[in-house]
């Protein structure tokens, strides 16, 4: 079945410093997306990438879509305190409707 | 607009004993599903639909159940609480396959 690892699993980082996670698939994608839930609360839903290569950006967050959409990351630059939280990648499969979730990486930053 | 609404945000239960958890959306998504996230852990996927009368199993569907009868509306039934169904739902709502989808606050369920 569908394997997709999402890594590191946890990253601190001072302020200031960037952060990247991964998403790292063993076949290939449809569509991923991106969520970020902050401590105590629920995701909350940040982009989605479809094509081949597609890169995106939000502010200080550059998200990335591998060329063989096998694998995608998340870069955060010159990380700020509101930026802690846990951010996910999602994937659709073959059955529509049904999302999957990464582990996520949980990222803290030190003021 | 209110989004996803969960009901109730909190709740204990003895084991044995079952209970409903409420979802209603107002965006007239046609995508709904239940998560689960236990400490420290990601989202795994209990039940979707992806329309009125419309249910499908996920990952951990055991000791679940779900029903469609309107788009605004999907209930998770536990059957018979058990220990090991201590966790955070979260219902989750999504206009289609191509968008994001639009997460409720959250059911903190104990199970005792």
């Known amino acids: 079945g569908q394997q997709v690892m999402q890594i590191p699993q946890y990253q601190h980082v001072q302020e200031g410093e960037d952060f990247t996670t991964y998403c790292n698939s063993s076949?290939?994608?449809?569509?991923i997306q991106w969520y970020k839930q902050r401590p105590g609360g629920h995701p909350v839903f940040l982009i989605q990438?479809?094509?081949?290569?597609e890169v995106k950006k939000q502010k200080r967050l550059t998200f990335q879509f591998g060329e063989a959409k096998k694998n995608s990351s998340l870069h955060i630059t010159a990380t700020q305190t509101t930026d802690v939280g846990t951010y996910f990648c999602?994937?659709?499969?073959?059955?529509?409707?049904?999302?999957?979730f990464g582990d996520g990486t949980t990222l803290t930053v030190k003021p | 607009n209110a989004g996803v609404t969960q009901t109730p945000k909190f709740q204990v239960l003895k084991t044995g004993q079952s209970m409903t958890l409420q979802c209603a959306q107002d965006?007239?998504?046609?995508?709904m599903s239940w998560y689960r996230q236990d400490p420290g852990m990601g989202l795994r996927l209990i039940h979707y639909?992806?329309?009125?009368?419309?249910?499908d199993q996920g990952e951990v569907p055991n000791g679940y159940n779900v029903s469609r009868s309107t788009t605004e509306d999907f209930p998770l039934r536990l059957l018979s609480a058990a220990p090991s169904q201590t966790s955070v739902y979260f219902c989750?709502?999504?206009?289609?396959?191509?968008?994001?989808?639009?997460f409720g606050s959250g059911t903190r369920l104990t199970v005792v």
């Open positions: 999602a994937w659709g499969g073959t059955n529509a409707g049904k999302s999957t």
């Open positions: 076949t290939t994608l449809s569509n």
């Open positions: 990438l479809v094509k081949s290569g």
């Open positions: 965006m007239n998504h046609e995508y």
């Open positions: 639909s992806v329309g009125a009368g419309i249910t």
């Open positions: 989750a709502s999504s206009l289609r396959e191509d968008y994001g989808y639009t």
